[in-house]
Each structure stands twice: as structure tokens, then as C-alpha cells.
């Protein structure tokens, strides 16, 4: 065992520094400061190195983390960004945004025996950091270029990943995208004090100088047809994540003043590229001076609150049906909302939005709940207390309850695309293709509303199988010829 591991008895967990709720909350910067370069050597050689690494074992993507480490505390950090680059194509992103206390984190041996996790996101972040400071990060040179070429719809982290894999293996991608930007979700929805817009742009540079041709404002089934595409290129990856808000499904929802979260997420996020946003200017998308409800308990509940905190709300409260502890945003996001002044009202349940007589937004009404016997999932379900109903003013409410995917078959106008009973693309598991031959799937759109990691790892995946089915066209258009 090499001397400079296995020092979590002698040094204590050290996250990066955060910033002051106070100070962070005036704006949309980063809330962690970047380990100096001693702090993540030290914090990096708190790891044991276990012959049996769980926290590679949750890791959906299998990166090799004691290896890593021990380069890092070795001060070897190119190779350390060599290797941590070979399973992942943006550990700066996932060691940022992963929900590392439900993955590899929390599956730590050193934090399962009480001495508090190797903090394995922020040294990846660091690595990641430092590599594009110090131009490691070189542009990918095929060995060879190929005469195949793909298309790829969603320039998502499913899309970027397939995209650089795909070309390492030469051949020639284009990502087609309805937005004005790259970058999916990582761009328009995950704001910029989880992961600042100048990493995403970075990344998009990085595979243009790689090669990938990106084609913006282009949605397909409308612009142009899934059909023409498919006859441009070899192959297709659909990785178009998934944009269907889902309702409350209650009286006064449609009241002005209720707006689904990612037009609230995006909008801000436009405005933190410098772009000017109507809907903000006129103050509809704006939570300044406002008394903010968000309905739910996710990922995309805790970016709302804290971005209506940073707007300038006057009041922020989440509510969510269930308990803190059976929430499924990450435990780290709500304590940094409860330090930036947001309300959490656990076990509450909205029955109603009540508009005023003007029409806009008045109040949210809701029940109070308890949790009941664990269901087949081993979730407890909540029940209402009868009796318990209270209301709650509000100027503007935040509907953060998850997405479905669109209705794929009926937007591409291909009837021969099948999907799963909750709408999401069916694949063949063994390869990622689609019902339709050569049209492949990755991300959100196959498994279901997920993480920015498994996208990475589907893309990844896809990528793989897409070269297969290309060199098995090659070779089979070669015999035919012959
Ligand atoms: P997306 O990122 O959704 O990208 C799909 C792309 O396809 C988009 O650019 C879209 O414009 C494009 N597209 C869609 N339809 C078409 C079409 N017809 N034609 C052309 N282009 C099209 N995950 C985490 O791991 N950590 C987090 O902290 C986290 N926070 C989140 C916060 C919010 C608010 C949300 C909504 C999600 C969050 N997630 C988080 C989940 C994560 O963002 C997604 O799982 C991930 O982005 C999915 O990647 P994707 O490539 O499948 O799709
Ligand atoms: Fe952990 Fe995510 Fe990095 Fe894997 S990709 S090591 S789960 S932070
Ligand atoms: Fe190191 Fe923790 Fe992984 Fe063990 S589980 S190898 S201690 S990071």
C-alpha cells in the first residue's frame, strides 16, 4: 500500500469551501470554491484503496476512483486526468452535479465506517479543471477519418457523449438541436450555481474542435423529418431527453401566475448567457418581490427555489407530499436551499391554487400528510390527516413534478417507433436500437427522467453498438458490391 494513502484516520473529510448563503445567494456563481491544489492531494489520499471499491461499483459508469485518487495524492494529475478521462467524457460535469451522497459517495467504505466519504466529486471536478487550465485537454484526432456518418438528435449529455466516441472512431457526426444552444438540460436547465454555463460552452468547444458539426434550431418532426435525416446518415441516435410537464392535475391550475418549471429555469438561464427574455422584462417569469410556491420534492424543485431566491422572492416554500428523508432530490441540495432561506413544507399535500378576483394567483391550499404503511416499492406512501387542510399566500407557483416524454412516434411521424407504456423510446437492450433499424436511442428519452451520468453512460454505450451495426453495413455493402 503506498504510504500517501489511507490517511482518513489522520485527516478529516474537507469539502471545498462554500460560499456564504448570504453572498452566493445575490448571484448565480458556483456555491463551491475550487480545492487548492494541497487540499485535494490531501483529501484524496484519505482513501483506503479497498481491494473491493464499492464506490466504483456505484458508479453507473464505472470509473475507476481508487486509481485516480492515488494519482492525485501522488501529484500525478495528468495521468490522473488520462485515466479518469478514459471512462467519462465530462468528469468536470458529473463530479459538479452527480448526487454523489446516493452514489459513489455514499457507497464509500470510509463513510459506511464513520470517518466521512472521500470526497470523490470534487476531486473529480478538480482533476477535470486543472487539466483544461494546464491544455491537457487536447481535441480528439481520429487515427483514421471514416466515410460513415451519423446523425444525432438532442445535443444533451447523451448526445455530447456519443458524439466524442464516435469520433475517436472517425467517423463524421452531426447534432441536430431545437434550441439556439447546446448542451440540453445542462445549458437551459440545471442553473448556474449547480454548474456554471462557461463549462458547458467549454465542453461544446471542445468537441467542435474535435470535429462535430453542431446544427442548432432544428426540430425534428418539424424542421426537418426523421426520414430525411435517416437517408443523410449511416446511422441515427434519437437523444432528445424528455420536455413533458407533468400537471397537478387540481382546481385553479390553469390561474395566472402558475408556470411549469423549465419555462421558469430556462428563462433564467437565457438571462445568465445575456440574453434578454421577454416574459422576465415584463415580470411574469420574474419571482422579485414575490411570495413563491414550488410543488415538489426533485431535482428540478430544489434548482426552483433557489433560483427564485436569487431572484429576489420575498418568500420561498417547497411543498412535497412525502417526508424529507423519502424526497428524491439530493439531501445536499435542500440543506443549501435551507441555508439560502427557502421553507420546506414536508408531508404537504396541494389540493387547489386559488386565484383572486383579478385572476391571478392568491394562495395554494393543501392537506397535511402522514406516511403509511412502505408499498411494494418498500416507499411509504403518504396518506392526508383528515382535517389538516391550510393555505398558503402566493404571488407565483412553480409546477416541479417531473417529465414525461413527448409522444416520439407521433412528433417524427413514424408510426414504427415504439414506445414503452410511460412513452419512453423500447429498445433492444442488447444493442440500444430502436424498433427502427439503424435508429438508436440514449438518455432520458430511453430510460425515463434520469441523471446527467447515466445519460453519459447510455451515450457512451450507443456509441458503441452504432459503430458495430456501421462496420457490419460496410462490410455487407462491400460483399454486395464485389
Ligand atoms: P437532455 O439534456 O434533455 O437533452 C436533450 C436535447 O434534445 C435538448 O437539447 C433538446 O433541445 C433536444 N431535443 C429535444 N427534442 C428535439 C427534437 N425534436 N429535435 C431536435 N432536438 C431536440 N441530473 C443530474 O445528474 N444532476 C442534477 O443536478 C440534475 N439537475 C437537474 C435539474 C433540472 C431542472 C432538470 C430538468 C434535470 C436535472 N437533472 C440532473 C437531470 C439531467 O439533466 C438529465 O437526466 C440529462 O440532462 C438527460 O440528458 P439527455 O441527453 O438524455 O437529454
Ligand atoms: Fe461519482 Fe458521478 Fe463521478 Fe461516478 S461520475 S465517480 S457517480 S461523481
Ligand atoms: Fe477509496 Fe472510498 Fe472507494 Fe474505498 S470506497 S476505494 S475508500 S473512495
Not at 389538516?388 to 416524454?405: H, N, Q, R, T
Not at 430510460?447 to 457512451?460: C, M
Not at 457490419?472 to 464485389?482: H, Y
Request: a negative charge; aromatic letters at 6%.
Amino acid at each position: 500500500m503506498p504510504e500517501k494513502m489511507l490517511k482518513f484516520v489522520s485527516i478529516e473529510k474537507e469539502m471545498p469551501e462554500k460560499r456564504d448563503a448570504k453572498n452566493r445567494k445575490q448571484d448565480f456563481h458556483e456555491i463551491y470554491a475550487e480545492y487548492i491544489d494541497a487540499k485535494a492531494n490531501e483529501q484524496a489520499s484519505r482513501c483506503s484503496q479497498c481491494g473491493v471499491p464499492f464506490c466504483q461499483q456505484h458508479c453507473p459508469l464505472g470509473n475507476n476512483i481508487p486509481d485516480w485518487l492515488k494519482l492525485t495524492a501522488e501529484g500525478r494529475l495528468e495521468e490522473a486526468y488520462l485515466m479518469s478521462s478514459s471512462t467519462n467524457n465530462m468528469p468536470e460535469i458529473c463530479g459538479r452535479i452527480c448526487p454523489q451522497d446516493r452514489l459513489c459517495e455514499g457507497s464509500c467504505t470510509i463513510e459506511q465506517s464513520g470517518h466521512g466519504t472521500v470526497t470523490i466529486g470534487s476531486v473529480e471536478k478538480y482533476i477535470t479543471d486543472t487539466a483544461f487550465e494546464n491544455g491537457w485537454v487536447q481535441p480528439v484526432k481520429p487515427p483514421k477519418e471514416r466515410d460513415q456518418s451519423v446523425g444525432i438528435i438532442g445535443a444533451g449529455p447523451a448526445g455530447f457523449a456519443a458524439a466524442e466516441q464516435l469520433r475517436r472512431l472517425g467517423y463524421q457526426v452531426t447534432i441536430y438541436d431545437r434550441y439556439d444552444r447546446a448542451g440540453g438540460l445542462l445549458i437551459y436547465g440545471i442553473p448556474g450555481f449547480k454548474l456554471e454555463k462557461e463549462i458547458v460552452l467549454r465542453r461544446e468547444q471542445y468537441l467542435k474542435d474535435s470535429g462535430v458539426e453542431f446544427v442548432y434550431n432544428t426540430d425534428v418532426g418539424v424542421t426537418v423529418s426523421l426520414q430525411e435525416l435517416r437517408q443523410k446518415h449511416d446511422s441515427m441516435l434519437i437523444a432528445t431527453g424528455v420536455y413533458k410537464a407533468r400537471d397537478l392535475n387540481m382546481p385553479g391550475e390553469e390561474t395566472h401566475g402558475v408556470h411549469a418549471a423549465l419555462d421558469f429555469l430556462i428563462t433564467s438561464n437565457k438571462l445568465s448567457l445575456g440574453d434578454k427574455v421577454d416574459r422576465f422584462e415584463s415580470g411574469e417569469l420574474n419571482a422579485n418581490g414575490k411570495r413563491v410556491v414550488v410543488i415538489g420534492g426533485g431535482d428540478t424543485a430544489m434548482d426552483c427555489v433557489r433560483t427564485a431566491i436569487r431572484q429576489g422572492a420575498k418568500a420561498v416554500t417547497c411543498m412535497y407530499r412525502r417526508d424529507r428523508d423519502n424526497m428524491p432530490g439530493s439531501q445536499r441540495e435542500v440543506r443549501n436551499a435551507e441555508e439560502e432561506g427557502v421553507k420546506f413544507d414536508w408531508l404537504s399535500a396541494p389540493t387547489a391554487v386559488v386565484a383572486k378576483k383579478s385572476g391571478d394567483v392568491k394562495s395554494v391550499t393543501a392537506t397535511r400528510m402522514k406516511l403509511g404503511l412502505p408499498d411494494a416499492s418498500g416507499r411509504r406512501s403518504p396518506e392526508p390527516i383528515e382535517g389538516s387542510e391550510y393555505e398558503v399566500k402566493a404571488d407565483m407557483v412553480i409546477k416541479a413534478l417531473g417529465f414525461s416524454p413527448e409522444d416520439l412516434p407521433k412528433l417524427f411521424n413514424e408510426e414504427d417507433l415504439v414506445v414503452n407504456r410511460w412513452g419512453a423510446l423500447k429498445v433492444n437492450h442488447a444493442n440500444l436500437m430502436t424498433s427502427i433499424d439503424g435508429v438508436f436511442a440514449a438518455g432520458d428519452i430511453m430510460r425515463g427522467a434520469s441523471l446527467v451520468v447515466w445519460a453519459v453512460k447510455d451515450g457512451r454505450d450507443a456509441a458503441e453498438h452504432m459503430h458495430a451495426y456501421m462496420k457490419a453495413q460496410k462490410a455487407a455493402n462491400q460483399i454486395a458490391a464485389e
